[in-house]
């Protein structure tokens, strides 16, 4: 059975992640005899995630090359994945534990991650704990209908069409070592209606409320992070309707915004200290 813990309430450092939400006790400053969060059993071999959606206009220079020239593109992923990306219009890149002052602006400094809505600039995070091997998934745009989405494969391009449509990317961590893991992306289309769907576990077969899922296995792809790093997605200048574009752009009224994607490796000590036993 895959774990998965999504830590949604306020007080999350944005950052640097607080003890809230890693099982140690929090007291209210109000009624200092209260405890707010009682320890919470964390899973073995656990490792804690801090993801953040950035919307901004898509004009802004914080999101072009006053920012990319400061990410690590080349050894985020190898060329063939990072070329087969730009084709479909994702751009990944990797920042270290200091990110640049580009990356902090965008976070706005904010001392938590919860939602902030200054306008046309969003930010909305939150803190996932997940064991090693186990997966969670991150939601990257509304649901809407999905015209003519370009794929771009191999050996041939295609389009689709559709309905009551969620682009997802299915967030994978791996444990390699001391202070180091690998973080894998799967991008996924999810459509159709909510319906009963049989769905394969490590258990065997069960039942799942879920959408018909579209896996992009040929734009699947991988970031080796120190505790600490970042990896950083969004759009590129492709055409549009490419993949780049239903997962990072705006539609209808909000087609002149632009998303970013920021996954953060925060935390692997208790895991370590599994191993150390």
Same mark, same amino acid.
């Given at each position: 059975m895959v774990w998965v813990v999504v830590c949604l309430f306020p007080g999350c450092s944005l950052l640097n992640i607080s003890q809230?939400?890693?099982?140690?006790e929090s007291v209210?400053?109000?009624?200092?005899?209260?405890?707010?969060? &009682?320890?919470?059993?964390?899973?073995?071999?656990?490792?804690?995630?801090?993801?953040?959606?950035?919307?901004r206009p898509n004009h802004d220079p914080l999101l072009g090359e006053t920012l990319w020239d400061e990410l690590d593109e080349i050894a985020s992923v190898d060329y063939e994945t990072r070329q087969t990306l730009k084709r479909n219009g994702l751009r990944v890149g990797r920042s270290g534990a200091n990110p640049p002052r580009a990356l902090q602006t965008l976070l706005g400094d904010s001392p938590e991650i919860g939602t902030h809505d200054d306008g046309e600039n969003r930010l909305s995070g939150q803190c996932v704990m997940v064991p090693s091997g186990g997966e969670s998934r991150v939601t990257a745009s509304?649901?809407?209908?999905?015209?003519?989405?370009?794929i771009v494969g191999e050996n041939e391009d295609r389009t689709e069409t559709l309905e009551n449509?969620?682009?997802?990317?299915?967030?994978?961590?791996?444990?390699?070592?001391?202070?180091?893991?690998?973080?894998?992306?799967?991008?996924?289309?999810?459509?159709?209606?909510?319906t009963?769907?049989?769905?394969?576990?490590?258990?065997?077969?069960?039942?799942?409320?879920?959408? &018909?899922i579209e896996k992009l296995y040929r734009q699947q792809f991988a970031v080796d992070l120190n505790v600490g790093e970042m990896v950083i997605l969004t759009s590129t200048e492709g055409p549009e309707f490419d993949l780049g574009d239903n997962f990072f752009r705006g539609s209808g009224e909000s087609k002149h915004l632009q998303r970013l994607l920021v996954v953060r490796?925060?935390?692997?000590?208790?895991m370590e200290q599994v191993f150390d036993q």
């Open positions: 809230l939400f890693v099982g140690e209210d400053a109000n009624h200092p005899e209260t405890t707010l969060l &009682k320890k919470m059993p964390v899973p073995p071999e656990v490792i804690v995630l801090e993801v953040v959606l950035i919307e509304e649901v809407r209908m999905l015209r003519n989405v370009l449509a969620r682009c997802v990317f299915r967030i994978q961590p791996h444990r390699l070592q001391d202070g180091w893991a690998r973080i894998e992306f799967l991008p996924e289309l999810h459509h159709g209606e909510f009963n769907r049989r769905t394969a576990t490590e258990e065997g077969w069960q039942w799942d409320t879920s959408q &018909k490796l925060a935390e692997l000590n208790r």
